[in-house]
């Protein structure tokens, strides 16, 4: 059963910055944190994940509380592309636990 | 690099059928993982092969069942569909199992619809 939780939805304005929040207050040492995104009935896409430094790639960048209790997905620059759920998940050895995630609509 | 691809994308099927349904995974990866997805229950964890193996099993009757190739190509079969079976069922791949940075990859998913 998924493990983290994330507000439902969020508007975001194109051309600017969405930060994503997630709460994972049980994650385990060794757990690490997925961020997938899932533009409408197309498979998931892997963005970002993280174990307790921040990252970064040419998607996003994931900062990680110093209790790793709770991160935060930045898009830096929205568009309109970006608009999909986004999930946030305690990675567990072999299973992606999928919750709810957040619907992030991008407007212009 | 190729993806990970399904096929096929979409299936119509009777109750009290069965189906199949292929995946071929990125070259190279030796894990595939199945997961369904239903508005109702969300993403779900089927199953996970690796070498041939399946190691892991989501709750999931017995009905639903998979198997791994020797190129790690990997079918899943279900028996007896049910109404409730209707859903997309996607397939995801890593480089190998049981690791917390193996990243997986999922593929398009095959949309089955049982009537």
């Known amino acids: 059963d998924a493990k983290t939780t994330q507000p439902p939805s969020m508007d975001c304005a194109e051309g600017r910055a969405a930060n994503l929040p997630c709460n994972h207050s049980?994650?385990?040492?060794?757990?690490?944190v997925y961020w997938y995104r899932q533009i409408h009935s197309q498979g998931p896409q892997y963005i970002i994940h993280?174990?307790?430094n921040n990252e970064t790639n040419e998607m996003a960048s994931l900062i990680i509380t110093e209790d790793r209790k709770s991160s935060t997905l930045i898009l830096p620059h929205a568009t309109l592309r970006d608009t999909a759920v986004y999930y946030c998940?305690?990675?567990?050895?072999?299973?992606?636990?999928f919750g709810a995630g957040t619907t992030v609509t991008v407007r212009a | 690099k190729a993806g990970v691809t399904q096929t096929p994308r979409y299936l119509i099927k009777t109750r009290g059928q069965q189906v199949t349904l292929s995946c071929s995974p990125i070259s190279g990866h030796r894990s595939v993982s199945w997961y369904q997805q239903t508005p109702g229950q969300g993403l779900q964890f089927l199953f996970e092969y690796f070498s041939e193996t399946q190691r892991n099993k989501g709750n999931f009757p017995g009905r639903f069942s998979g198997r791994q190739f020797s190129n790690s190509r990997s079918e899943m079969n279900v028996s007896t569909l049910e109404l409730g079976d209707s859903a997309l069922y996607l397939c995801?791949?890593?480089?190998?199992?049981?690791?917390?940075?193996?990243?997986?990859?999922f593929g398009p998913g095959t949309r089955l619809t049982v009537l």
């Open positions: 995801a791949s890593s480089l190998a199992a049981g690791t917390y940075t193996d990243t997986q990859y």
């Open positions: 049980t994650i385990s040492g060794n757990e690490y």
């Open positions: 993280g174990l307790k």
């Open positions: 998940i305690e990675a567990n050895d072999y299973k992606l636990s």
